[in-house]
């Protein structure tokens, strides 16, 4: 008896840690991309061309070690040190974000106005390619060279392949949208494109303005954030520098202990304010390639 009833534990534990797996293998989906290839996306969001990780990486360390320097040079803290190397580590991540930002604003409301000369060359009879290739010289001249590209490929690959090179050369989402409209149209018959065309283009001219708005919103409290989690570093660095021995007291373990202490609550409420201001992501999710 105590032996059938090892065996029928035994298989029940089978079971459930087959079924387990089970499910874990249907909803793991496809792989998730790594650290260098979410960077790469990144990068080439910010428009950045011919940057490789490995360079971003040296950027971001040269960066770290010359604000390090500084600190150290200015105030002579290890803890104010530590800090400033990381975020100078984290500042060209800084600036790409805020290029990436600023890129894609005028990316997709150029992408509105292509879309809507790609509607009219529709309507007056032009197939999709003779439309997007003439849009490589009346396009908006955000996207001439993409259309360019986009033109030549044409030329010397399929449609679905040309236009997959310009969506990764873009990576916008926006011009995802418009891509699989474009692939769609060209699978199926475009009989109904130009009333497809017509409201995405209206909808993206829309999204565009409301995010404007958004923004123009988000940035007095962002900045609101800045001065607050600035003040206390600004007001340490001039009395430290009028009057070094005032703050000696930072200067022995325990003082170092308490500026670690205020820094990190510093950082966490920058932290906190930016994650209360934040906006939704417009992650890329029609990709086919």
């Known amino acids: ?50 940057v490789r990780t490995r360079d971003f990486l040296l950027l ?10 500084v600190a150290q040079l200015g105030l002579g803290w290890p803890v104010v040190t530590l800090s400033a190397f990381l975020v100078g580590l984290a500042l060209p991540a800084w600036y790409f974000r ?76 926006v011009f995802d949208t418009v891509a699989a409209a474009l692939v769609m149209a060209h699978r199926v018959g475009g009989r109904n494109l130009s009333t497809v065309l017509e409201g995405l ?10 995010e404007r708005e958004v923004r123009a919103h988000q940035a007095k409290n962002v900045l609101s954030a800045r001065v607050v989690a600035g003040l206390p570093l600004v007001l340490i660095a001039a009395v430290r520098s009028i009057n070094p021995a005032y703050l000696d007291v930072f200067s022995s373990p325990v003082g170092q202990a308490l500026l670690a202490i ?16 934040r906006l939704p992501g417009n992650e890329r999710v029609l990709r086919w390639r």
């Open 98 to 173: 805020q290029r990436r930002e600023a890129r894609r604003a005028v990316l997709q409301a150029a992408l509105a106005d292509a879309v809507d000369a790609l509607r009219a060359a529709v309507r007056a009879g032009m197939s999709v390619e003779e439309g997007l290739a003439s849009l490589a010289r009346s396009g908006p001249e955000t996207l001439r060279p993409a259309f360019r590209e986009l033109a030549r490929d044409l030329r010397l690959s399929g449609f679905e392949e040309a236009v997959g090179r310009t969506q990764e050369r873009l990576a916008d989402p």
């Open 201 to 210: 283009g209206r909808s993206v001219r829309q999204a565009v303005q409301v």
């Open 60 to 69: 971001s360390a040269a960066s770290g070690g010359a604000m390090a320097a």
């Open 262 to 277: 205020c820094l990190a609550s510093v950082t966490v409420g920058y932290g906190a304010m930016l994650w209360a201001t």
């Open 1 to 50: 008896m105590p032996l059938v009833l090892s065996l029928t534990l035994g298989l029940g534990v089978l079971l459930i840690y087959l079924s387990v797996t089970a499910r874990r293998e249907r909803e793991a989906g496809p792989p998730r991309e790594g650290l260098a290839e979410r960077l790469q996306e990144f990068l080439r969001q910010a428009g950045v061309e011919g």
